[in-house]
């Protein structure tokens, strides 16, 4: 299991809220409260506007986990792309998607096999890779993922319904500020007919963090 433990954090807790609906200051834990502060100081100086951050937001939550699972797709069925996936995960996603993504975090490919499974968490705040997978749910964020995942993720993993063998290791990922993460899920048996566009409707985005696993397609 590896753990990165000495990092600085970009705190995403403005990404957490619905537009227009902040959550009460009293409500906000203590990273969250820095950044509300910040940014009404920034709006009331005019150096952005809240049309400016509302745009923003916008531009997230139109984020799906559509274009993470064309990239798994894709790596299942072009080995040449899938060794340039995990050679440099975001100039492979930025060269085959089309989006800009160059001048954000490092992404970090890893694939799941049969010796390994994958799991991301961020253990200090909320870190992810969002211009891949959209806004992270809640339960990435919430204290009890984040400091049981790493201490017990086998039993984690079941309360998601996932069943790790146990001669399978799990290695736990912890995202930072400067590095996000994406699981490239082993590709389930029975798809050999399937191209890309099907291929990638499969893809879910738990399985693209690795608290899920893609079930086998049956005739």
Request: net charge negative; proline share 5%.
């Amino acid at each position: 299991m590896m753990k990165d433990q000495d990092h600085d954090h970009e705190h995403d807790h403005a990404e957490s809220e619905s537009p227009g609906h902040a959550a009460p200051k009293e409500a906000l834990d203590e990273f969250a409260q820095v950044e509300l502060a910040i940014r009404e100081l920034l709006i009331e100086r005019g150096l952005i506007t809240q049309a400016q951050r509302r745009k923003y937001l916008d531009q997230i939550e139109s984020s799906t986990s559509m274009l993470g699972a064309r990239l798994v797709a894709k790596a299942w069925t072009a080995p040449d792309f899938r060794l340039q996936l995990l050679a440099d995960a975001r100039k492979a996603a930025t060269e085959f998607l089309g989006i800009e993504i160059l001048h954000g975090p490092a992404l970090v490919a890893l694939e799941n096999t049969e010796r390994m499974h994958h799991v991301v968490v961020c253990t200090l705040c909320s870190c992810y890779p969002k211009a891949l997978l959209g806004i992270p749910p809640d339960w990435y964020k919430s204290f009890a993922y984040r400091s049981r995942m790493v201490a017990e993720p086998r039993s984690v993993l079941a309360q998601f319904g996932t069943d790790i063998p146990d001669d399978i290791e799990i290695r736990v990922v912890d995202s930072t500020a400067d590095l996000r993460y994406l699981v490239i899920p082993r590709r389930p048996t029975g798809t050999d007919d399937l191209d890309e566009s099907k291929l990638a409707s499969l893809v879910t985005r738990d399985s693209m963090i690795g608290v899920s696993v893609l079930p086998e397609m049956r005739d």
